[in-house]
């Protein structure tokens, strides 16, 4: 959805500021950042092709199937493989290997009638709806939010010596902040660039912020939109920010975390992003 750089002209340089407010502060040269400057970033609306609805999760169509329930006074035949049955989703999920992994299952990447129960029973604990065991990506990040909720940065990934710092996992797709190590914002999701505009890694700063910006290059609201790499912002989406395949390089969050963000963001606080977004 709406990725930023509010530019009128497509050729402008990607670390342009938004053109829409020409007197808008331009952030310093950061030679320490290793990542290559990319695009701007301007994120059109979500993809067009059918995705879960905020809140409705994992994007694959029911398949059908509770578990198999042989005719009464009889065994199923002894090598037949086992049908997922009718709530119980057959295809193999988006997110399955890492959905696995989480589950203790064997990791082979592709659905079973045990995988589909084991997910679909995850799915019923935690509220995820539809609940037909599918590892699709909101079953995948919400995995990653329950691991995350206690110790977010376990690995030391994210500087913990440069006070407030907003971490953003490409990996993971979560975004966080801590102060020190004393984490002030919990694990989020977020939806970074797609493959070919890449959100940018390295340490950043919040340099301008528009709470209702419009981006003109892609005629898109961007709301609570808080610049740290050019034209690369933290900002809402109206849409849903697991549909694939990314933004133009902002860090898309839902509504309610981006006005969070917001109001808790200042103008010269740290961001630091790494990792690697799947399918870049």
């Given at each position: 959805m709406g990725d930023q750089a509010a530019d009128d002209d497509p050729a402008a340089t990607p670390d342009e500021s938004p053109a829409d407010d020409a007197e808008a502060p331009r952030p310093e040269p950061e030679p320490a950042d290793p990542s290559p400057s990319g695009p701007a970033s301007a994120d059109p609306a979500p993809s067009a092709e059918p995705t879960p609805s905020a809140g409705a999760p994992?994007?694959?169509?029911?398949?059908?199937n509770p578990e198999t329930d042989p005719a009464a006074g009889s065994d199923p035949e002894p090598d037949a493989p086992a049908a997922p049955g009718p709530d119980c989703a057959a295809e193999t999920g988006s997110h399955q290997r890492e959905v696995e992994e989480y589950l203790g299952l064997p990791v082979d990447g592709e659905q079973s009638v045990e995988d589909c129960r084991a997910i679909r029973d995850f799915q019923r604990e935690h509220g995820i709806e539809p609940d037909e065991g599918y590892a699709g990506p909101i079953t995948w990040s919400s995995m990653q939010q329950l691991e995350l909720a206690e110790n977010p940065n376990a690995d030391g990934a994210c500087p913990t010596d440069l006070g407030r710092i907003a971490c953003v996992d490409l990996t993971r797709q979560v975004m966080w902040v801590q102060d020190g190590?004393?984490?002030?914002f919990a694990p989020v999701p977020v939806r970074t660039g797609r493959d070919g505009y890449e959100t940018r890694t390295g340490l950043k700063q919040v340099y301008w912020k528009s709470e209702d910006h419009w981006s003109t290059l892609y005629d898109v609201e961007m709301p609570y939109a808080q610049f740290f790499d050019g034209g690369q912002a933290?900002?809402?989406?109206?849409?849903?920010i697991y549909s694939p395949p990314g933004s133009h390089g902002c860090v898309n969050m839902r509504h309610e975390d981006a006005r969070a963000l917001w109001d808790l963001l200042d103008n010269g606080d740290d961001v630091y992003v790494w990792g690697t977004k799947p399918g870049t």
């Open positions: 994992d994007d694959a169509e029911p398949s059908g190590e004393e984490v002030v933290f900002h809402a989406i109206t849409g849903d």
